[in-house]
């Protein structure tokens, strides 16, 4: 867990945790990539508090193709098997392969189960 208060939050981290207001009402969920909108609700509705961390980089440029992606192991066996029954190449597979990477849970992190 890594709670941060609202002023430590950077544009682009993910929510770990689903954000409520006090009075249990849904703000934002688990998994919401962070915007400047976002950071005006949890300001707006008295949210001090979040559990939000960066996401794991993929470097696009480095690697010719997703396959090599799965290759090297940097990819988790749930998003690998998300793609496995597909061409991982064609253009709109391998850009959404390329989102879910970006959005795995960092290695060692809690995944809430």
């Known amino acids: 867990m890594t ?22 009402r849904l703000l934002l969920a688990k998994g919401v990539s962070i915007t400047e909108r ?3 609700v949890l300001m707006t509705w008295g949210v001090t508090e979040v559990d939000a961390d ?7 440029d480095a690697v010719s193709d997703a396959t090599t992606l799965i290759n090297r192991g940097s990819t988790s066996p ?10 991982i190449n064609h253009p709109l597979m391998k850009e ?11 290695e060692g992190e809690d995944h809430g189960g």
Request: aromatic share 8%.
């Open 3 to 24: 709670i941060r208060r609202i002023n430590q939050i950077e544009l682009g981290m993910v929510l770990k945790g689903d954000v409520c207001d006090k009075s249990g």
């Open 38 to 40: 976002h950071i005006m």
């Open 54 to 60: 960066r996401v794991q980089a993929v470097d696009e």
């Open 78 to 87: 749930q998003v690998e098997a998300l793609f496995s029954h597909v061409d």
């Open 96 to 106: 959404l392969f390329y989102y879910c990477c970006r959005n795995q849970p960092l």
